[in-house]
């Protein structure tokens, strides 16, 4: 089945520095979608993508659906403490559910 | 506009007892998942709905753990008898355009099974 390599696992970073994070996928994806989940809330959608080579933002928040269509990037720029959190990537080839990767947690030290 | 939303929040219960988990769709989404998440393991879907109907329930554990959806704007997961290792936190999520499109979260329920 498709499986999806998520990385760094956490990091800890100080507030006001850049963030990168990356997921790579076993098989070629049509979707790539990146969520954010506080502690004791569900996954929120933060960017979705859908086409290779689409660069997208929201906010201080920056994704890229790779070219080759088997990696996705998340890019946070000038960290706050309200970042924290953990950081899923998921995607899909088809008319499937949604393949999740592990998450990066986040830490944010002001 | 209202989330998915799901019930009870927080669920604490003993060993061999019966467990339902509810779940409320987005209005007008026609696919529903039910993910169970931990730390050894992370999201694993358990199964999925589209139009109501069960179309893969792969991800289900044991025949202990069942899901019904007997409309378009509820669905169940039951686990009897419950387990310890079934503690974690359960969530459902819900599509508008199908299986493969973005998935919208409930807040989920956290299990503990003691």
């Known amino acids: 089945g498709q499986q999806l390599n998520q990385s760094p696992q956490s990091m800890f970073i100080q507030e006001g520095e850049d963030v990168s994070m990356n997921c790579t996928s076993s098989?070629?994806?049509?979707?790539w979608l990146w969520y954010k989940q506080e502690p004791g809330e569900g996954p929120v959608l933060l960017i979705a993508?859908?086409?290779?080579?689409e660069l997208t933002s929201n906010g201080r928040l920056t994704a890229q659906f790779g070219i080759t269509r088997k990696d996705s990037f998340l890019n946070i720029s000038a960290s706050i403490p309200s970042d924290v959190g953990i950081y899923f990537c998921a995607g899909n080839s088809g008319n499937t559910p949604l393949v999740f990767g592990k998450g990066t947690r986040l830490s944010v030290i002001a | 506009d209202a989330g998915v939303i799901q019930s009870p929040r927080h669920e604490v219960t003993e060993m061999g007892q019966e467990v339902t988990l509810r779940c409320k769709p987005i209005s007008g989404h026609n696919s529903l998942f039910w993910y169970r998440q931990t730390m050894m393991r992370g999201l694993e879907l358990l199964i999925y709905f589209n139009n109501n109907v069960p179309i893969d329930d792969s991800g289900m554990p044991e025949d202990r753990f069942s899901a019904k959806m007997p409309n378009a704007s509820f669905s169940t997961l039951k686990i009897q008898p419950s387990e310890p290792r079934d503690s974690a936190v359960y969530f459902c999520?819900?599509?508008?355009?199908?299986?493969?499109?973005?998935?919208?979260f409930g807040q989920g329920t956290r299990l503990t099974v003691v």
């Open positions: 098989s070629i994806f049509n979707t």
């Open positions: 993508l859908y086409k290779a080579g």
């Open positions: 999520a819900s599509s508008a355009s199908g299986v493969g499109t973005e998935a919208f």
